[in-house]
T-cell receptor, first 114, second 115 residues
């Protein structure tokens, strides 16, 4: 079985400062891991994905995440926050067998202060 | 760029009424998913189709929810009768087997309010 824990329900940063959104996962299989972003009244958009290639994954809009198997973590980072980054972020795990079922974390709301 | 289409975007209904949502996946995507997202939570899979066949409906409340994908293309999710606890965002996603990551593409969702 797969599960995801997002360690912070809300994160607040100032514009131009680094962003760190934390995620721990549990999986019985070799996992695929994703980060999705959801802006208000918009659909979920894929930021980045890990599928067993490089452990440091680069995504859109300057975001990146590092897969750390020993820590079962997949934290999302960005060097410098922009106002447009304010949204809800979901860490997601999927087993690479068994139907590609996605299991979502509860989400982290990112607030960016000017 | 191809997108997943959903309608309606918003729906208000009274409890005990029937309601239906429609989804048109990206052309060529054989796998279609319906998710429910309750406010403050992450999406939860309700049902997964491979072409016209259901491959996972373990979390679908079958006493009141039904889903179909008759021709293996678009899909309809129905609730009858609706209950107050069904108020949520209903998301549709699609994916195409043959890619390593099986990336799922999401539609904008239908926000349901049951009064």
């Amino acid at each position: 079985a797969q599960s995801v824990t997002q360690l912070d329900s809300h994160v607040s940063v100032s514009e131009g400062t680094p962003v760190l959104l934390r995620c721990n996962y549990s999986s019985s299989y070799s996992p695929s891991l994703f980060w999705y972003v959801q802006h208000p009244n918009k659909g979920l958009q894929l930021l980045l994905k890990y599928t067993s290639a490089a452990t440091l994954v680069k995504g859109i809009n300057g975001f990146e995440a590092e897969f750390k198997k020993s820590e079962t973590s997949f934290h999302l980072t960005k060097p410098s926050a922009h106002m447009s980054d304010a949204a809800e972020y979901f860490c997601v795990v999927s087993a690479r067998t068994g139907g590609n079922k996605l299991v979502f974390g509860a989400g982290t709301i990112l607030r960016v202060k000017s | 760029e191809a997108e997943v289409a959903q309608s309606p975007r918003y729906k208000i209904t009274e409890k005990s009424q029937a309601v239906a949502f429609w989804c048109d996946p990206i052309s060529g995507h054989a796998t279609l998913y319906w998710y429910r997202q309750i406010l403050g939570q992450g999406p939860e899979l309700l049902v997964q189709f491979q072409d016209e066949s259901v491959v996972d409906d373990s979390q679908l409340p079958k006493d009141r929810f039904s889903a179909e994908r008759l021709k293996g293309v678009d899909s309809t999710l129905k609730i009858q009768p609706a209950e107050l606890g069904d108020s949520a965002m209903y998301l549709c996603a699609s994916s195409s087997p043959g890619t390593v990551s099986y990336e799922q593409y999401f539609g904008p969702g239908t926000r349901l309010t049951v009064t």
